[in-house]
């Protein structure tokens, strides 16, 4: 009960506020890292910590809208502005990488020397731990809540803890071998590495845009409470299923389907029953709106009539 409670006091506003001081404050440490040892490859990790920033200011101004109560103009409500910042942030992450790229080019062309790379090394060990911590807590926080904004820039951290341990471990081997070049080397895996992950993250936003089913195991979640529901007398089903479908929008999650029953029930008798079915699927998957269709069980409804394309 303490864990849960916990989960619900860490909302999506909360832990993207809490981004945006961590997002400052690495940038502070990871530009410290930099001026110290002239590193484009922590160079490159402290520009990857401003697209941090920016991804998590608009995030957390989606999220406020995504909150917002339905309106005249948005009778549905406003979840799907989460896919914005999904995507927002990935386009962020691939203009970074193409500007760490840039910069690592000129750098592998034009070597330098590194300087005072201990304290360097000290200051970004320093800024992976704390966005290490504050991603996995954001993570585990968009999974409870089925944010796609707090996915969205826990993946983005976790991106850059990672940045962060291969720029570590190749500056280690500069100091190790003197080979100075690996240093740009390193700057252009960690560019390929962030374009990877922001297309990734654009590619998810659309997807959920484009009206996405729900997972396949918030499917059979619901495919097994509506199992529950059926019901046969003799050799023949009186109540039962069918014409199923799904979509995602930011946390809530909806589900079509049509109920058949017999053709003499009350309508009083059918609509208690709809109601017990609606009240099982939100129970049963969190943030779930369900509309169901009554139908005789002798008659059938069909969607997706090819005329219906004309």
């Not at 840039?102 to 320093?126: E, F, I, K, M, Y």
């Not at 999974?143 to 720029?167: I, K, P, Y």
Request: net charge negative; with cysteine; charged share 15%.
């Amino acid at each position: 009960m303490a864990a849960t409670g916990l989960w619900q006091r860490l909302t999506p506003q909360r832990l993207l506020a809490a981004s945006v001081v961590a997002a400052l404050a690495t940038i502070a440490l990871k530009t410290g890292a930099w001026w110290l040892t002239g590193s484009v490859g922590l160079l490159s990790d402290a520009l990857e910590s401003l697209v941090n920033l920016a991804g998590a200011t608009f995030g957390l101004w989606m999220v406020t809208v995504a909150a917002a109560p339905p309106d005249d103009d948005h009778p549905y409500g406003h979840h799907k502005a989460e896919y914005f910042s999904a995507g927002f942030e990935g386009i962020l992450i691939v203009v970074a990488a193409l500007a760490i790229g840039w910069t690592a080019v000129d750098r592998l062309l034009h070597p330098q020397p590194l300087q005072q790379l201990d304290w360097g090394l000290a200051l970004s060990v320093a800024s992976s731990v704390l966005n290490g911590l504050l991603a996995a807590v954001m993570l585990r926080a968009a999974r409870v809540r089925r944010s796609q904004a707090l996915e969205g820039d826990a993946r983005h951290l976790f991106t850059d803890v990672w940045t962060s341990a291969g720029v570590i471990g190749g500056l280690a081997l500069v100091a190790l071998t003197g080979w100075e070049w690996l240093d740009p080397v390193l700057a252009l895996a960690v560019a390929a590495n962030i374009v990877r992950e922001g297309v990734g993250l654009v590619w998810r936003a659309g997807q959920g845009l484009m009206d996405q089913a729900v997972e396949p195991e918030v499917r059979a979640t619901i495919e097994q409470v509506l199992r529950g529901f059926e019901h046969r007398r003799g050799g023949s089903t009186i109540v039962r299923f069918d014409h199923l479908h799904t979509r995602k929008a930011g946390q809530r999650c909806y589900v079509d389907v049509h109920m058949h029953l017999p053709p003499d029930w009350s309508l009083r008798r059918a609509a208690a029953l709809r109601a017990s079915v609606e009240q099982a699927l939100m129970s049963a998957v969190p943030g779930l709106r369900a509309t169901i269709q009554l139908l005789p069980g002798d008659v059938e409804a069909h969607f997706d009539d090819p005329r219906d394309l004309l």
